[in-house]
């Protein structure tokens, strides 16, 4: 008889795990009071306490927030934490038990019950789990990527650092510093190593003695090669050579410095590209130059990086790659084709993310320039193979030509919107190429009703009022508008902060809960959420964006973490 009994509790297992309605009920019953609990799993694989504050937590399921939940879920898949969601688990069972036993005077009631909870614990309340585990980690990727990319944008879109002769170096203790120099064009002029830490192929020498000799050097170099500005990368030792670069200026007498995020410059080095762009030439020498050549045109060089190494994501290791990929690719065009692209220097892989042009026609267009010469006017654009009038369509408006035959060129006036320019000029009484030609267009804008010029001139008015403002700023980069980063010229130490100091900075990262700046000291400092106005901040992307230089105010110190709370507050 109990074999009997235990055979129809399973068919009545099943039953209930199937009811849809009844699904539905857990599955709003647990998401809407559950908790996602974390335990410590094994504290030995978490060396550096990464996880420590999940080892004994909880939280409201509904409620965690997306890098909160995607960090726990990083801390689980290494091992340290283990992770339940914690369901109301008497209510849901009343609850089932109510719809399945609808009277206690039946003799099969307790099979019933006993089957209903049976199917709630081991059917039911494990699925309900890992399907809302899975939708509120796919919630949090999606907001990861969307973080990623909004900081990936502005990150591309930094000012380039125009006509400046930058020495770029690539910091390390036992393999040295690598230095390269190059021109205001990027082009790499000779670089070299320096030991100021005292080691030189692995071998120890007197700390002071190799710093001095690096000094001399590094100063005869920036003396010579006219060098503007020093570009350090904010890898290891980074704040130790920022010492040094402060030695060198001081004793030159010229020049300044800046701290560069060199987040995926050792991933380019050793690339196919790289060893293409720069050949017969030491990886890490390679590093430098990327370097230097980020602070001269920091959209023109990321591009050659992996967008998900470039360093401005919130676990951008965790979330689904394809999808990742795919974002960022998105916004690197977008990027690209704000800027547009000189179409007689771009390389390849600044190219490649012009609309209508793919990997294989920018090799063409570099490949034709190098057998043909420089570009005379975008029509020449028709010549290179690959190109047709579609892809002609897409990219022309955005492959500027600043010295080419037609000033139109060097705007981001399409070349099929040059016969409205013509006769615009004509309505104006110009040629086209006076000196205070962008004056006279700023006037006649100012004196005529554009939707009324549209007409006459047979065009939309989105793409009048665009003609207007190419224009009165021909050959603009909309990242001129934005920000010089900080040039710098001594140093700061986290000991030499206090509370209540008012900085600079720049702002390196935004995620979640806050936003880390760059204040010219060791560690970023992180400004929280709560510390971004005086009013409430839901989101810290609505009040400041990646490149971004802000004023803050020391809060807190911790020396002995390397913390240092920020406010932007008044």
């Not at 839901?538 to 803050?552: A, I, M, Q, R, T």
Request: glycine content about 8%; overall charge negative.
């Amino acid at each position: 008889m109990e074999d009997a009994y235990a055979g129809a509790r399973d068919i009545v297992a099943e039953v209930v795990s199937e009811d849809a309605d009844l699904r539905k009920a857990v599955r709003e019953q647990t998401f809407e009071r559950g908790l996602l609990v974390c335990a410590v799993a094994d504290a030995s694989l978490d060396p550096q306490g990464k996880y420590q504050m999940y080892y004994e937590y909880a939280e409201p399921l509904k409620a965690i927030p997306p890098h909160r939940l995607l960090a726990i879920n990083r801390g689980e898949k290494d091992g340290v934490l283990k992770v339940k969601v914690e369901a109301p688990v008497d209510e849901i069972v009343a609850d089932m038990v109510g719809r399945y036993v609808k009277t206690e005077r039946s003799i099969f009631a307790p099979q019933v019950r006993e089957a209903t909870v049976d199917g709630y614990q081991r059917l039911i309340a494990p699925s309900i789990e890992r399907e809302l585990r899975g939708t509120r980690t796919d919630e949090a990727d999606d907001h990861a990527i969307k973080v990623f990319a909004t900081n990936l944008h502005n990150l591309l879109l930094q000012p380039p650092l125009r006509g400046k002769r930058v020495m770029g170096i690539d910091p390390g203790y036992r393999t040295g510093c690598k230095v390269a120099l190059v021109d205001e064009t990027g082009k790499f002029l000779g670089g070299m190593t320096i030991y100021p830490f005292g080691y030189a192929q692995g071998k120890p020498h007197e700390p002071q003695k190799q710093w001095a000799e690096a000094r001399e050097l590094l100063v005869n170099l920036v003396t010579r090669g006219n060098v503007d500005v020093i570009a350090l990368g904010n890898g290891t030792a980074s704040r130790e050579t920022e010492a040094l670069a402060a030695e060198v200026i001081a004793q030159a007498g010229r020049g300044a410095y800046v701290i560069v995020n060199e987040a995926g410059a050792s991933v380019y080095s050793a690339s196919p590209l790289a060893r293409e762009e720069l050949p017969d030439m030491d990886v890490s020498m390679r590093g430098a130059v990327s370097i230097a050549r980020r602070l001269q045109d920091p959209l023109a060089e990321l591009v050659k990086i992996e967008p998900r190494s470039v360093g401005v994501g919130l676990y951008q290791h965790d979330v689904d790659q394809k999808r990742l990929a795919e974002t960022l690719d998105a916004v690197v065009e977008s990027a690209v084709n704000h800027v547009g692209v000189d179409l007689n220097t771009a390389s390849p892989s600044l190219l490649q993310y012009v609309s209508g042009v793919n990997k294989r026609v920018a090799k063409a267009i570099v490949r034709h320039r190098d057998e043909h010469g420089p570009f005379p006017g975008r029509g020449e654009l028709r010549k290179v193979k690959g190109i047709g009038e579609k892809a002609f369509e897409q990219s022309a408006g955005f492959l500027k030509i600043p010295a080419g035959e037609n000033p139109l060129d060097n705007t981001f006036i399409h070349p099929e919107s040059y016969p409205v320019v013509e006769r615009l000029f004509v309505l104006m009484g110009v040629r086209g190429d006076e000196p205070d030609l962008a004056q006279r267009v700023r006037t006649f804008r100012a004196e005529n009703d554009l939707a009324e010029l549209a007409e006459v001139l047979e065009v939309g008015l989105p793409t009048l009022t665009d003609i207007f403002d190419n224009l009165i700023k021909p050959g603009r980069d909309p990242r001129d508008e934005l920000p010089r980063p900080i040039l710098r010229s001594d140093v700061l130490k986290m000991e030499d902060l206090r509370e209540g100091m008012i900085l600079k900075g720049t702002v390196r990262n935004v995620v979640d809960f806050g936003a880390f700046v760059d204040i010219g000291v060791k560690q970023d400092g992180l400004v929280h959420v709560s510390q971004m106005a005086d009013r409430y901040v839901k989101n810290p992307l609505e009040v400041v964006s990646v490149g971004d230089v802000v004023e803050v105010k020391v809060i807190s110190l911790d020396l002995e973490r390397g913390r240092i709370g920020l406010s932007m507050k008044e």
